[in-house]
């Protein structure tokens, strides 16, 4: 399968616990995004990065999420001290940046989490 | 940052029959918009996408237009069918900014 891929595809966890996903992209792929997604929601974006560096975090990304993409390949989303108000589904996306253009972004099957 | 409504939140039509999915944007610089469709516990998948060089776009039975002036684009769905039932969602990016901003999804379901 040359798609994007997330793993877990599932996470259930306690209220405090520490919580990390993963994400490989697209091979060829030098742009990753992370979006949450609630129910009746759209994607909501998160963060995204051009190789290994981190371009843009959303002002509504709290300092309990952090992110990396430390080889410009795979990525992990890690969220410490987790709420009730985490639980989403958390997807990621990756696209090929080109000069000049807007880029297609390609989503992964997502992970869903819930915080008890 | 940008901002991008979508009407209806849902949709039914019968099957044969045409679906129109609005959206509008408030950042003049955006010039990528694409429509993904998600079907339930599935992940969005990209179905037709315009740049703003472009006013019209047609892929068989699924058609977006886009009007920069009004800052809004349509999706076009015609002679539906049940397989079509799924969540549509709009979205908006621009070449600097990289991130897509979506609308809420409209659910559209086609009665057989």
């Known amino acids: 399968d040359t798609g994007v891929s997330q793993d877990p595809r599932h996470k259930i966890t306690k209220r405090g616990q520490n919580v990390t996903f993963r994400c490989d992209p697209i091979?060829?792929?030098?742009?990753l995004y992370w979006y949450r997604q609630t129910l009746g929601q759209g994607p909501e974006f998160l963060t995204y990065?051009?190789?290994?560096?981190?371009?843009?975090k959303s002002r509504l990304l709290s300092d309990r999420f952090s992110a990396e993409r430390p080889k410009g390949s795979f990525s992990t989303l890690e969220i410490q001290r987790t709420e009730q108000g985490d639980s989403a589904m958390y997807l990621c996306?990756?696209?090929?940046?080109?000069?000049?253009?807007?880029?297609?972004?390609?989503f992964g099957p997502g992970t869903r989490l819930l915080v008890l | 940052g940008e901002n991008v409504e979508q009407h209806p939140s849902t949709l039914s039509v019968q099957e044969g029959d045409s679906a129109v999915i609005k959206c509008t944007y408030s950042?003049?610089?955006?010039?990528?918009f694409p429509w993904y469709k998600q079907e339930l516990g599935k992940r969005p998948q990209l179905i037709i996408d315009?740049?703003?060089?472009?006013g019209e776009k047609k892929d068989q039975r699924i058609a977006v237009t886009l009007n920069k002036t009004a800052k809004h684009f349509s999706l076009h769905i015609t002679e539906t069918q049940p397989e079509d039932s799924a969540v549509y969602f709009c979205?908006?990016?621009?070449?600097?900014?990289?991130?897509?901003?979506f609308g809420d999804g409209t659910t559209l379901t086609v009665k057989p």
């Open positions: 996306a990756s696209s090929l940046k080109l000069a000049g253009g807007g880029e297609t972004q390609y």
């Open positions: 091979s060829e792929h030098n742009r």
């Open positions: 990065f051009q190789n290994e560096a981190q371009l843009e």
């Open positions: 950042d003049s610089a955006s010039n990528y």
């Open positions: 315009i740049r703003s060089n472009v």
């Open positions: 979205a908006a990016s621009s070449t600097n900014a990289g991130k897509s901003t």
